[in-house]
C-alpha cells in the first residue's frame, strides 16, 4: 500500500497486452485488405495512401493505448488512496482488518488469521505518509512509452511487404502471412500466461483476428 512502491503493472505482460496487439492488428489488416491488387498495380499511388493510412492508425492507436495506461496508473493510485485513509480511519482494529481483507485475493483472505491481519496492520501503520493525490511517476510514463512502442512494433511488420515489394500480389499474401504469424504468436503468449493450451489458444486467435477483419470490411471499416 505504500505510494513510492514500483508500480504493479508489467506493460509487457502477455495478460495485459494481447488486446492491444489483436486490435491494432485488425486495424493493419482493414487497410492491407482493401487494398484493390489491379487497381495498385496500375497506380502505385493507392499503396501510399494505404501505408500511410495503416501507419497512422497505427501510432494512433498507440498513442490511445499508451494514455489509457497512464490512466489506469492513475485509478490504481487512487484506490491505494482511498485504502490508505480508510485503514488510517477505521474505528477499531477489527474494521481495518476488514479493509486489508478487502484487498487481497478472497482465498488468502479467508486463509489470514486475526493475528495475522493484526501484524500487518502494524506495520502498515508504520508507513510514511503517501502523497495527497495520485501522481505519475517517471517509471510509469516510461511504461506509457513502453505500450506506445509494443503496439507499434508489433503490428508493424504487417506493412513492411508493401515498402520494399513491387509485386503488389506477392506483397500482399507476405504480409497477410506475417499477420497469421503475429496474430498466432499473440494467442501463443496469451495461451502460456493464462495456463490454457497455447497452441489451441494460438490458433483460435488466429480464427478470431481473421474473422474480426472480415466483419470489420464487411461494415466498411
Known amino acids: 500500500m505504500a505510494m513510492s512502491e514500483k508500480s504493479s503493472k508489467r506493460f509487457l505482460e502477455p495478460s495485459d497486452r494481447v488486446a492491444e496487439v489483436l486490435f491494432g492488428l485488425i486495424m493493419v489488416l482493414t487497410f492491407t485488405g482493401s487494398l484493390s491488387v489491379s487497381e495498385a498495380q496500375a497506380d502505385r499511388s493507392e499503396v ?86 495520485p501522481w505519475l511517476r517517471k517509471d510509469e510514463w516510461l511504461g506509457a512509452v513502453g505500450v506506445f512502442l509494443w503496439v507499434f512494433v508489433t503490428t508493424f511488420p504487417v506493412a513492411i511487404p508493401f515498402i520494399f515489394m513491387h509485386d503488389i500480389q506477392r506483397a500482399m499474401r507476405m504480409s497477410n502471412g506475417i499477420a497469421v504469424v503475429l496474430l498466432f504468436v499473440t494467442g501463443y503468449a496469451f495461451g502460456r500466461c493464462s495456463e490454457y493450451h497455447p497452441w489451441l489458444t494460438g490458433l483460435a486467435m488466429v480464427l478470431l483476428g481473421s474473422a474480426l477483419v472480415g466483419l470489420t470490411m464487411a461494415l466498411g471499416g
Not at 501510399?48 to 497512422?56: K, N
Not at 491505494?80 to 477505521?90: D, T, V
Not at 474494521?95 to 493484526?118: C, G, N, Q, R
Open 48 to 133: 501510399r495512401t494505404m501505408l500511410i493510412g495503416a501507419l497512422g492508425c497505427n501510432i494512433a492507436w498507440g498513442v490511445i493505448d499508451g494514455i489509457l495506461y497512464l490512466m489506469g496508473c492513475l485509478a490504481e493510485q487512487g484506490n491505494r488512496l482511498r485504502a490508505w485513509r480508510a485503514l488510517k480511519k477505521a474505528s477499531s482494529p477489527t474494521v481495518a482488518h476488514e479493509v486489508i481483507a478487502s484487498l487481497l485475493p478472497p482465498k488468502m483472505a479467508e486463509l489470514l488469521t486475526p493475528v495475522e491481519y493484526e501484524a500487518v496492520r502494524l506495520k502498515l501503520v508504520k508507513l510514511p505518509e503517501p502523497p495527497a493525490r
